[in-house]
C-alpha cells in the first residue's frame, strides 16, 4: 500500500526526501543517457513468495515500509517507522568497480514519542556493494551497514543503530499478505502504466527492545509492512498525497490512499480493505474520500497539516486522531523536504477501532521535481 | 633655546634636526620602514597562505578523526571494507586522490574519487554545496570542479575537461562549478567509482577518512591501527596534514625573514649612526642645555626619544607598506612567494591585528636600540669639556669595543657548529648577528691600527686626510659601520648564490647527458609511457639510444613531506654512473638492492651509507642497501634512486614517466620531438626539451628567483652608503671653519676637495675590505651552515671574484664623489664667513 | 721686491645692491717693515675689510693692489696662490688643527707652497724657536693653552716668510697677560720678518703696539687723531 502508480517515484521522493532526500535527486536528475531498461509492471504476474520478498534490481524503486505502534514496559505508547528503499540509478553497468552505485539503498527511521513531542529520526543513504549495504534477491534481506531488515522463519528482524535512538524487533506475521490493486498491481494515477507491485503485512506482532539516548526498554506492539516496487516516473500534475494503512483492532486492515492535483483536488485514490473475516475488496477512486479536519501549525516551518481527518473506505468511515501532533519531518537542511508522517488511531462513532498510520505530503511548498 | 622651558627639549631638538637635515631623516625613516614592510609583509603573505592552505585542507580532510593515506597506487579496497566493520568507526570515507595528468596543459588538477553519501558525512560543507547534483556524480564521466579549478581552466559547467590516462586521453564532463567560498583551491571531484575505471586504479583507494564514535581515545585507536596497516599505508591525524603544508614553506620563509632583519639591521645602524653624528655635530649646543639646567636624564630621553620617534614614523610607514606589498603579492603572485611549494590560489589578505603591533613595536625598538648608545653617551659627556670642544671621550669609548667585539667573534665562530632547530638554521643565524655585531665592535681598534699601517707620504696635506680619521675615529667608524654592515651582507649573500648557481650549473650537466629529455607532467598520478609506448618511442628515427625513468612519491615518515623514489638505470653501475654522487661504496657483492640517496635523507632522516632503507613498495617494505649520497637540487624534501631492474622487481610496474634520449648526429631535435609527439596517444601533453633548452631555462629560473634577494641586498648597499654620506657630509659642515683657515692660508678649492676624496677613498677602501673579509665569513656560515641546515643540500664554495671587485671598486668610487660632493657643500659657504664660525 | 706691499684705491663694500655701503672710498698705501692697526665699531667692516685685502672677497668698487698685483683682476686659484706666497694669517679663533701636532700645523703652509724636506723641517723648528714653542713640537695643539695655540698660529702665519701679515682680533680669545704676549710676539715677528702687518682690533691697548693706527668709518680710514 502506497500511493502507487504514477506518484510512484514521487512518492518514493517524499519518502526518500524525508529520509535523506539524496534519492529524489538521484531519481529525477539522473540523465537517462546511460539508458538504463528498466522493468515494466505488467498485470498477470502473481507473486511468488519467497522470492518476491526479496528484492526486484531491475525494477526503477523498491521499498520496504514498517510502521506502527509500540507499547513499552512502562505502558508508553510510541508510534514509529523504519523504511528501506532500494532504487536502481541510470548509470553505465558496464564500470567493473565494487564502488559502481549498480543500486543505491536508503533507510529511514523514526521515533513518534509523545513525551519528547517530536519525532526522533536518523537516515541514511549508501550505494549497493562491497558487503556493506544491499538489498538481496530470494528473501527480504535488506542492510545499511549495521541497520538491517531481514526475514527469517514467519519473522522480520529489524534492527536499527540510529543517532540517539535504537531499535531491536521481531516482526511476526499474524496474517497472510494483503495483496493490493489487481492481483498485486496498484494502480496510482489516470494512465495505466503508473503502477507499482504492492503488497502489506498488516497487523504484525512486534516484541523487541529500544533504546532512547541510554535508556534501554522492552517493548511489543503491532505493525503494518508494505512491499512495493516499480520503474514509473511521477506524474507532474500531482502535488502531494494522503496515505493511510490501518490496523482494526478486529483484525480487520485498511490501505487507502489520495492523490492531490496542483490545485489541491484529488486526482486519483486507491486502496484495499480486508475484513476481520478475510474478505478482501479492492477500492476504487470512487471509494475513497478524504475529509481534512483538525490542523495543526507547524512551529518551526509554519506550515499547517490536516493532522485530524474523516476517511470514508468503502463501507467504513473513521475519524482519524495523531498520537501526537508534531509528527512532523523536517529534513530541509539536508534534503529540502518537510512532510507530516505519524502514528493515528482510528475512530468510529467516538470509540477506537484501530490504530495505523497517516502520511502528508505536500502541503508546504510543492514538491520539487527538478 | 629660551624655549626650552616652554616646549620640550626634545620638541626643539627634533625639529632642528628636521629643518637641518631632512634627507637624512627621511632615509633613516624609509629604511626602518623598509625593514619593518618587508618583515611584516612576508609574515602576512605567509600567514594568509598557510591559512588559506589550512581552510583548504580542513575542508579536505573535513571532520575525520583519522586519516589513512597510502602511496600514490594506494592500498586494496578491502582494507576499507575491514575498517567499515570495526567497532567505535563512526563514519569513514574511502577517497582515491590523485593529481592528474591534463592532455592540453602542463599543470595537474588534484581530483578526489569519493563516495557522495559517506564523503557527505566527513566534508558536509563540500558535499552539501553539490547538494542534490552530488546525484549526477554518478555518471563515469562526470567531475564536479572548485570555482578555482574552473577559472585555471576555463571551463564552465557542460564543456569537456581531458585528462591523460597511461598515454590515452580520456573525456571528462564538467558537471557543476563549487562555489569559491566552499573551497577556494583549485580541485576536481568524481565518484570514486568513475576514478576507479577511469584512472585505471580498480580495487584500489589510497585515502581513507575515519570518525570514530564519541568517546573513543582517537590518539591511542590510531597507534594501534597503524600498527595494522600495510607498510606504506599511515594512520595520520588530521593536524599532520596540515603540518606539513607549513614546515614545506618553513625553510623559504625563514630565508625572507632573514632578509628583512638584515634591512631592519640596517635600519638599527642608520638610527645608531644619524644620532651619534648629529649628537656630536651638535655636541656644544647639548652642552649649554646641560648648563642651562638640563639634566642628564632629561637629555638622554630627548635624545632618545628623537630616535624613537624616527622609529615611530618608519614603522608606521613600514606597516601600512608592508600590507600593502602583502596585498599586491597575494593579488598578482602566488602566495608561495614564487617558490611553487604551496599551492594556494586566491588566498585573501588575513589582517594580524596582533603581528601589526608586533612588527611595529619591534621597528620601533630597533630604532629605540640603535639611539640609546648616542643618547647615553651624549648625556654622559662632562659639558664643560663639550663647550670647549673636542671628541677625546668617544674616542676612548671606541677603543673599549674590541673585548666585547672579539668575544662576540667567537661567540659567533661557535655557534655555527650547532645542529638545527626544529629544521631551521637558527643558530646559524644567530652565529651571523653575532659575527656581524662583533665586527662592527671591532671596527674602531681595527681603524686604528689599520690608519697606523697607512703611508706617510711626507705631504702634510696628505698626511692631514689620514690623521683626520685616525683622530675622529669614532666618526668614521660610525660611518663604516652601516655601509660594513650592508656590504658584508651582499658580499657574503653574493658569494653563497655564486657558489650555488655554479653547483647547480654542474649538477644540470651531470643530470643532463642526453641530447633531448621528454616526461609527463611533473607531479601527476595518471599519465605515463606503458612498456609498449617506452619502446615505440625508441625506434623513432633519429634517436641512437633512449633511457627511461620512473619517479613517484612515497611518504617515509608522516610528519614529513613525501619523498620522490627515482627508478633510472638498468643496472645498479649504471645507476651510479648517472648520478651526482658525493660519497659512495661499491656494494657490487651486496644480495640486497642498492639505493643512493639524496642529502635531505641524509641529514632529516639520519641515513648514512651501509645502513638498509626499507621503502614501501607494492604494499611491502622493499629492503635496499645505501650504497652512496647523491646531491639533489630538485626536491626539497629528499629523493632515492634505484635502479629500474629493483623497482619492477619489486612492484611489477615497468611504466615510466621520464626520459632521456640520444640522437644520431645530425638529427634535427624538433623534428624528433614532432615524431615522439605523435608516436604516443597524448604526445601533445608530453614535456620534451633538449637538454640544452632545459639547462638554461633551469638558470634562468635559479636567477629569476635570487633576483629579488639582490634587489634587496642592494637597497642595503644603498642605505649603506647613504649612511656614509650622512656621515661625510656631517663631518665636512662640522669641519668648514678648517676649511675655511686652509682656504686663507692658501689652499686651493680643489686641493681641499682632492683632501676629501683621498678620506673617502680611505674609508671606504678600508670598510670594503673588512666588509669583503667579514663578507666571506659570514658567507662561510650562510654556505656550511644556513643553506646546509635549510635545504639539507650542500653547495660548493666558490667566489665571485669580477663582480666582487668591481662592487668594490664602485662603492669606493661612490664614496669618493659622495665626500667631493660633500666638499663643494661645506665650501660652497664663503671661507670669509666660516672661520668666524665658532658653532 | 715691490714696494708699497699693499695698495689699497678707492674701495668700497656693501652687502646688497638695495643697502648702504658698508664702507666707501677706503684708500690705504701699507709699505715694507710697516705694522698697522684698524679700529672700528663693531659692524663697521673691519673684517669685511681684511677679506677685500687678502683677496678673499671682492670689492664693489676700487682696487686692492698686493705686491704689484691687481686682485680685482686675477681668478680664484691666482689669488689662492698669491695669497698662499705672499699673506699669512692670525685668527681670532686660532684655526689649528687639533689632529695634527704643533710641527705639523706650522709646517702646513710649507708644504703648500711645496717646501720639501729637509728645508721645511729646518725653517719649521726656527720659527717654533722664535714664537718660543719648539718643546711643544710633537704635541696636539689640543693640549695647550690658549695663548700656546695663538703662538702657533703666530708661527704659521709667518713660517714661509709672508711679506705681509693679516691679524684679525688675534688677542680675542685670550687672557690679559697672553693677550700682551701674543701682541708682543707678533709685531716682533712681523718686524724680524721685514714684511708689513696689519692688526685688526677693537682694543686701543692692542691697537698701541702698532705702529700707526687707522680708524675705520662708512667714509673711509681715517688716522687716529692723537688722543
Known sequence: ?370 | MSRTGSYGIWRILLLAQLREQPGRFLVTVLALALGVALGSSVYLVNTSALNEFGLATKRLVGEADIVVRGPRDGFPEQLFVDLAHTPSVSALSPVLELEVALSDRKETLKVLGLDPFRAAVLQPAIMGDIGEAMFQLFDTDAIYLSSAAAQELKLKRGEQLRVTVGSTSKALRVIGILSQNTYSQSLGLMDIASAQWIFNALGRVNRIDMRLSPGTDVNSFRRDLGTKLPPGVLALAPQVERDRAVTVTKAYRVNLNMLALVALFTGAFLVFSTQSLSVLRRRRSLALLRALGVTRSQLRNALLGEGLALGVLGSLLGVVLGMIIAAAVLKFLTADLGNGQLRAAGASLRSAPLQTVAFFAIGVAVAGIGAWVPARNAARQPPARALKGGDGDFKAAARTGWRSGLAMLVLGSALAWLPPVGGLPLFGYAAIAALLLGAVLLVPTVTIQGLRLAPRTHRIVLDTAVSQLRENVSLSALSLASIIVSFSLMVAMAIMIHSFRISFDHWLGKLLPADMLLREPPGNDTAFLSKDDQAKLGTVTGIARAEFRRTLQVLLDPTRAPITLIARGMSEADTAAELPLIRSVSAKESPTPTAFISEALQDVYGYKIGDVLQIPLGGRNRAFLIAGVWRDYARLSGSVVVSRHAYTAATGDDSANEGSLWLNTGTDSDTVARMLRQTVGNGDALEITTSTALHERSLQIFDRAFAITYALEIIAVIIGLTGVSFAASSTALARRAEFGMLRHIGMLRRQIIGMLADEGVLTSTFGVVYGLGLGAALSLVLVYVINRQSFNWSIDFAVPVLPLVLLSVVLIGAAAVTAIWSGRAALSQDAVRAVREDW | MIDPILQLEGLSKRYSKDRPAIFEDVDLTLRSGEYLAIMGESGVGKSTLLNLLAGLDTPDTGRVVLEGVDLTTLDDDATTRLRRRTVGFVFQAFHVLPYLSVEQNVALPLDLLGVAEPERGRRTQEMLTAVGIEALSQRHTRELSGGEVQRVAIARALVHRPRLVLADEPTGNLDARSAAQTLTLLRAQIKANAGAGILITHSRAAADTADRIVVLEARGLKALEAA
Open chain 1, 1 to 370: 500500500m502506497r500511493p502507487g502508480g504514477c506518484l510512484l517515484a514521487g512518492y518514493l521522493l517524499t519518502r526518500c526526501l524525508l529520509t535523506g532526500c539524496l534519492l529524489s535527486g538521484c531519481l529525477l536528475a539522473m540523465p537517462a543517457a546511460a539508458g538504463t531498461q528498466y522493468a515494466p509492471v505488467v498485470p498477470g504476474h502473481p507473486f511468488r513468495f519467497p522470492a518476491d520478498l526479496g528484492s526486484h534490481p531491475e525494477f526503477r524503486t523498491e521499498w520496504w515500509y514498517v510502521t506502527g505502534w509500540l507499547m513499552t514496559e512502562q505502558g508508553e505508547s510510541l508510534g514509529f517507522q523504519i523504511t528501506f528503499f532500494r532504487s536502481k540509478p541510470d548509470i553505465d553497468a558496464n564500470n567493473p568497480s565494487a564502488f559502481s552505485p549498480r543500486q543505491l539503498l536508503v533507510a529511514h527511521c523514526a521515533l513518534s514519542d509523545p513525551k519528547r513531542g517530536r519525532l526522533w529520526q536518523d537516515q541514511r543513504i549508501r550505494r549497493a556493494g562491497l558487503n556493506l549495504a544491499d538489498a538481496a534477491e530470494g528473501d527480504t534481506n535488506v542492510w545499511i551497514d549495521t541497520w538491517s531488515l531481514r526475514h527469517a522463519g514467519q519473522s522480520y528482524a529489524a534492527k536499527i543503530d540510529a543517532d540517539g535512538f535504537s531499535f531491536d524487533l521481531m516482526l511476526a506475521e499474524t496474517q497472510a499478505a494483503l495483496i493490493n490493486g489487481q492481483g498485486g498491481v496498484s494502480r496510482k494515477g489516470p494512465q495505466p502504466e503508473a503502477s507499482s507491485y504492492y503488497y502489506s503485512l498488516p497487523h504484525m506482532r512486534v516484541a523487541g527492545t529500544l533504546s532512547r539516548n541510554t535508556a534501554k526498554t522492552r517493548v511489543t506492539g503491532e505493525a503494518w509492512f508494505d512491499h512495493e516496487w516499480s520503474s514509473e516516473y511521477l506524474d507532474p500534475e500531482a502535488t502531494g498525497w494522503d496515505w493511510i494503512g490501518v490496523n482494526f483492532n478486529d483484525g480487520a486492515a485498511l490501505m487507502a490512499f489520495r492523490i492531490r492535483s496542483l490545485h489541491g483536488e484529488p486526482r486519483w485514490a486507491g486502496g484495499t480493505l480486508r475484513g476481520a473475516d478475510g474478505d478482501m475488496r479492492v477500492l476504487e477512486p470512487a471509494d475513497v474520500d478524504f475529509h481534512a479536519g483538525r490542523r495543526w501549525i507547524s512551529p518551526r516551518t509554519g506550515i499547517a497539516y490536516p493532522v485530524e481527518w474523516t476517511v470514508r473506505a468503502g463501507s467504513h468511515e473513521i475519524s482519524l486522531r495523531p498520537l501526537l501532533d508534531d509528527q512532523e519531518n523536517d529534513t530541509r537542511l539536508s534534503t529540502g523536504a518537510i512532510y507530516w508522517e505519524g502514528a493515528v488511531q482510528a475512530y468510529e462513532r467516538n470509540s477506537i477501532v484501530g490504530r495505523g498510520y497517516l502520511e502528508l505530503t505536500g502541503y508546504g511548498e510543492r514538491l520539487k521535481l527538478r
